[in-house]
T-cell receptor, first 114, second 112 residues
Framework: SQQGEEDPQALSIQEGENATMNCSYKTSINNLQWYRQNSGRGLVHLILIRSNEREKHSGRLRVTLDTSKKSSSLLITASRAADTASYFC??????????????FGSGTRLLVRP | ETGVTQSPTHLIKTRGQQVTLRCSSQSGHNTVSWYQQALGQGPQFIFQYYREEENGRGNFPPRFSGLQFPNYSSELNVNALELDDSALYLCASSFRGGAEQFFGPGTRLTVL
């Protein structure tokens, strides 16, 4: 079963606009990570935020985490056509080794139109 | 540094057959995890191996089994294939205790 749900399921924006994706999860976590997947191939790690962090930045990415609401958001600023991909949040359940299983959401499909 | 590799890229089998998928971990990583990703869904955890032993399992039947070798490479074996086993199978390697998992490109399995 999936741990979380991403919202929206699909997002279409113009190049240069910002894209915001949300993730909700069910159980307490060690950390939350965001991955990108192009064309149904391997997952690329984007950013990790630990349960005691509230916000993190990496380049054009900004991630927030609200553990009281069990939710996270991923913001991609100044989007490019190359950002077109599926984006997944993944949680590491609290109480388990942090390299233990990741529980993925159902993903957001992002289309950036040139 | 070599990333995670998987073979084969694509595979077509018929129902009832058996399949073996292979994964080479990223250099220095001692833990390997396998995930199944059905079309349009997020990956689901199958199991994890550490020091050649299963270190946790998701909600998958015993016909899904695995091995980890001393060089930390790994195999996923699926017996008695069913149509619903058609999916992308992803391997991920990591350090024990490390939070980030590094994924391979996946093997696309089609069961007819």
């Amino acid at each position: 079963s999936q741990q979380g749900e991403e919202d929206p399921q699909a997002l279409s924006i113009q190049e240069g606009e910002n894209a915001t994706m949300n993730c909700s999860y069910k159980t307490s976590i060690n950390n939350l990570q965001w991955y990108r997947q192009n064309s149904g191939r391997g997952l690329v790690h984007l950013i990790l935020i630990r349960s005691n962090e509230r916000e993190k930045h990496s380049g054009r990415l900004r991630v927030t985490l609200d553990t009281s609401k069990k939710s996270s958001s991923l913001l991609i600023t100044a989007s490019r056509a190359a950002d077109t991909a599926s984006y997944f949040c993944a949680t590491s359940p609290l109480g388990m080794d942090s390299s233990y299983k990741l529980i993925f959401g159902s993903g957001t499909r992002l289309l950036v139109r040139p | 540094e070599t990333g995670v590799t998987q073979s084969p890229t694509h595979l077509i089998k018929t129902r009832g057959q058996q399949v073996t998928l292979r994964c080479s971990s990223q250099s220095g990583h001692n833990t390997v995890s396998w995930y199944q990703q059905a079309l349009g869904q997020g990956p689901q955890f199958i199991f994890q191996y550490y020091r050649e032993e299963e270190n946790g399992r998701g909600n998958f039947p015993p016909r899904f089994s695995g091995l980890q070798f001393p060089n930390y490479s790994s195999e996923l074996n699926v017996n008695a294939l069913e149509l619903d086993d058609s999916a992308l199978y992803l391997c991920a390697s990591s350090f024990r205790g490390g939070a980030e998992q590094f994924f391979g490109p996946g093997t696309r399995l089609t069961v007819l």
